[in-house]
């Protein structure tokens, strides 16, 4: 390992939870030495954009509206009797953009196919997820959203502890909906009213909850 990256790990080795990395001039190699020393078991999210590098330390609040929003999009998919493939938090990567990123979750709805069985995704070769989660309770993910929209991700979804919002890719760019494309039943403002309601009665009571509402929803 050289010794700026190096460097780099042992800043990262020290972030606290819910701490925010951000380094300038950094070289494309550099960024892919880094990510081949974290490994897939780091615990953090690494972001990168022509020569910018942001490492973000998942706080435990982010965790639990990430998981939730994991929770409930399988619950929407088996309603729907639809396959759905989590990607995780998946290294995107692609060198002729100069641009790398980590999202909180990606699901492959469309594309599911395509993915299972795979145990490496190349950008390059293989589909983008065809929803991209963020969750931003200690940082903003705004950067990411030109990669992912470079990279093709036809849909964006979007937590900021306020508002669950929807974005999809139209023309190059991200436009905010009302639902999901990929996941009907999903809506911004059913996802928002059940997060809200996580953050005073927690995730199994908010399961059940959603899980009734679904039920209601499909059979109305």
């Not at 800043?11 to 606290?16: C, K, N, T, V, Y």
């Not at 995780?88 to 709805?109: I, M, W």
């Not at 508002?163 to 890719?169: D, G, K, S, T, V």
Request: glycine share 6%; proline share 4%; charged share 25%.
């Amino acid at each position: 390992m050289s010794a700026q990256v190096d460097s780099y790990a042992n800043a990262i080795a020290h972030l606290p939870a819910g701490g925010t990395l951000i380094l300038h001039d950094v070289s494309w190699e550099d960024y892919e030495e880094l990510l081949a020393d974290l490994g897939a078991n780091a615990g953090v999210r690494v972001s990168y954009e022509n020569g910018r590098l942001e490492i973000m330390s998942p706080s435990l609040a982010h965790e639990v509206y990430k998981d939730l929003i994991l929770y409930m999009a399988r619950l929407v998919a088996e309603e729907m009797d639809v396959v759905l493939e989590s990607g995780g938090s998946t290294t995107f990567k692609d060198h002729r953009l100069a641009q790398g990123a980590e999202p909180d979750n990606c699901f492959y709805v469309q594309n599911a196919g395509r993915i299972i069985g795979k145990a490496h995704i190349d950008i390059t070769v293989d589909p983008p997820p065809d929803i991209v989660v963020e969750v931003d309770v200690s940082h903003e993910s705004t950067a990411k959203l030109s990669f992912y929209a470079g990279i093709g991700a036809p849909e964006l979804w979007r937590y900021d502890e306020r508002r669950f919002r929807i974005y999809r890719l139209s023309e190059g760019r991200y436009i905010e909906a009302e639902a999901s494309s990929a996941l009907p039943l999903i809506t911004s403002n059913a996802l928002t009213s059940f997060l809200e309601q996580c953050k005073t009665e927690g995730q199994s009571k908010t399961l059940q909850s959603f899980r009734e509402w679904l039920s209601l929803t499909t059979h109305q």
